[in-house]
């Protein structure tokens, strides 16, 4: 772990190192890892996803058996250093940077995270006038089949914000990766900084993240590989989608209401969120 402590230079990934050490005295490094980062994610998206809560919850439960009351408040002291390093920063790749610090990723698998500050370079390459973008189309759309943590789209989330944009409300975030845990860790940061949209965990070769929409509002995979971040059910979003199903119907396309993939929870269920300055909202 000392090794780990010295890759980082954020004093809130090392006071995350220090927590997480803690738990590893006895047990394996990814599984805790995974541990943490899944039921992290759950304790989010249940607040949200009523389709998929069920069974979520019994994988909470399932993992939570695992330990004892004072490592479970360790794991809570652990997202707490997230939320708060995440807070002090957006424009960072605070869960990839540790999970390639503490040495997790699968080498076998050519699993290597792109370095936040290229992915910086990228969205301000690819991405060079959002506002006109969004001018014209009225709100945008930016997809990562192979996400990892989601550094490309968090970079690419704080280059809208530098251009001015309030990606919370212009910009429908969709991601994908094959593997749960990285798929989480993005699911994660997105929900931490307020991004509308779903990450879909599964293949993206032979199960690539598809819509019934030509915008992606209305996903329409497997709905258990669906992670629909807090801001997805933002009112500005749910009246979108609403539009989207109606052109379905009016082009005599096949109603998007028989599935649950899209299902809303009751609009006196949704959450509200603190407001900062800048007019963007946050979860905590």
Avoid at 25 to 34: G, L
Wanted: hydrophobic share 35%; with cysteine.
């Amino acid at each position: 772990m000392k090794k780990a402590k010295r890759a980082v230079t954020n004093s809130y990934q090392k006071r995350f190192v220090d927590l997480f050490d803690k738990l590893c005295y006895s047990r394996n490094r990814h599984s805790v890892w995974s541990d943490f980062v899944l039921m992290a994610a759950i304790e989010i998206s249940n607040a949200v996803d009523q389709v998929n809560a069920p069974e979520r919850a019994e994988t909470y439960k399932r993992i939570s058996k695992q330990y004892n009351d004072s490592e479970k408040e360790v794991f809570g002291q652990m997202l707490g250093v997230v939320v708060e390093g995440m807070e002090e920063s957006t424009d960072q790749d605070f869960l990839g940077e540790l999970y390639m610090a503490l040495e997790l990723g699968n080498d076998h698998a050519g699993q290597f995270f792109t370095p936040y500050c290229v992915c910086k370079a990228m969205a301000k390459i690819t991405a060079p006038n959002i506002p006109d973008e969004i001018s014209k189309r009225g709100w945008i759309g930016v997809n990562d089949p192979a996400c990892g943590a989601g550094a490309t789209l968090v970079a690419f989330a704080n280059e809208c914000r530098d251009q001015g944009v309030n990606y919370q409300t212009s910009v429908l975030f969709v991601a994908q990766d094959i593997d749960y845990t990285v798929g989480c860790m993005c699911y994660l940061q997105l929900s931490l900084m307020g991004c509308a949209g779903y990450v879909v965990i599964d293949n993206s070769i032979t199960n690539p993240s598809t819509s019934y929409d030509k915008h992606g509002l209305l996903p329409s995979n497997n709905p258990s590989t669906i992670w629909y971040t807090p801001f997805y059910f933002r009112d500005m979003w749910h009246w979108r989608r609403v539009a989207a199903q109606m052109d379905l119907i009016f082009r005599n396309t096949k109603p998007v209401t028989e599935t649950k993939a899209v299902e809303e929870p009751p609009q006196e269920e949704q959450i509200e969120f603190p407001v900062e300055k800048n007019g963007q909202l946050r979860l905590f």
